[in-house]
């Protein structure tokens, strides 16, 4: 770049300043002629990335919320509600032998709540398990409210009874519940089960209310 001399005339100043003037728009076009150019070829690689996208549209997402994962398919209504109703009868003989353990009763009649509340407790534990295998939850329905409401009733009545009425009155009732049990699963529970798994425990369940309900008769003869 030239300088200006001061000795150099006033032609040759407006000469230099001319000079100065298009070297600087030189120094400034350049730059922007480079910068414009480089923004015009984003343009059109964005233009041409969109009309490729446009003419290779992504596959649609499959609708999932219909499709049932292994957490949480459901068996069969029908095994639910028979599990719900094999459980809520267990829970009813577990609190009838909770009542019977708080009492001071004879020896006979004690192994015979201790034993009812092992083998019911049991049998509880693997109702919620075959739940659990099927993939079915408990559920509440007017038959298993009824058998609550059944059972209260007579734990009501049991817990104000003294010793002898008690051991009376428990065993009468565990004969009668054992029975009602034994008719319920042959001519409903056993009918309604769908699952294999269901249908096992049903019967595996059966042989032990035989049980009960042949012990219960037994002592009761003796009484």
């Not at 003037?21 to 350049?30: A, D, F, H, P, R």
């Not at 002898?164 to 029975?179: I, L, N, P, R, S």
């Amino acid at each position: 770049m030239k300088r200006w001399k001061p000795r150099q005339n006033a032609r040759g100043f407006i000469n230099f300043l001319k000079e100065m003037t298009l070297t600087m728009k030189n120094t400034i076009l350049i730059p922007t002629l480079f910068l414009t150019a480089l923004l015009g070829w984003n343009c059109s690689s964005n233009s041409t990335d969109r009309d490729k996208k446009t003419d290779y549209p992504s596959r649609p997402v499959a609708d999932q919320s219909n499709v049932p994962s292994a957490e949480i398919r459901e068996a069969p209504t029908a095994d639910a509600e028979v599990l719900s109703i094999l459980a809520t009868v267990n829970q009813n003989e577990i609190n009838a032998a909770t009542e019977a353990r708080r009492k001071t009763l004879g020896k006979p009649v004690m192994d015979y709540a201790n034993m009812l509340y092992k083998a019911h407790s049991e049998n509880l534990a693997k109702t919620k398990e075959v739940a659990q295998t099927i993939h079915v939850m408990m559920v509440t329905s007017d038959e298993t409210t009824k058998l609550q409401k059944k059972g209260a009733d007579e734990l009501e009545d049991l817990s104000t009874k003294d010793r002898k009425d008690f051991e009376t009155a428990y065993v009468k009732a565990m004969v009668k519940g054992h029975e009602d049990v034994l008719d319920l699963i042959d001519n409903k529970l056993m009918k309604n089960a769908q699952n294999e798994a269901v249908k096992m425990h049903l019967t595996e369940t059966r042989k032990h209310v035989q049980m009960h309900l042949d012990e219960g008769k037994r002592l009761k003869d003796s009484m």
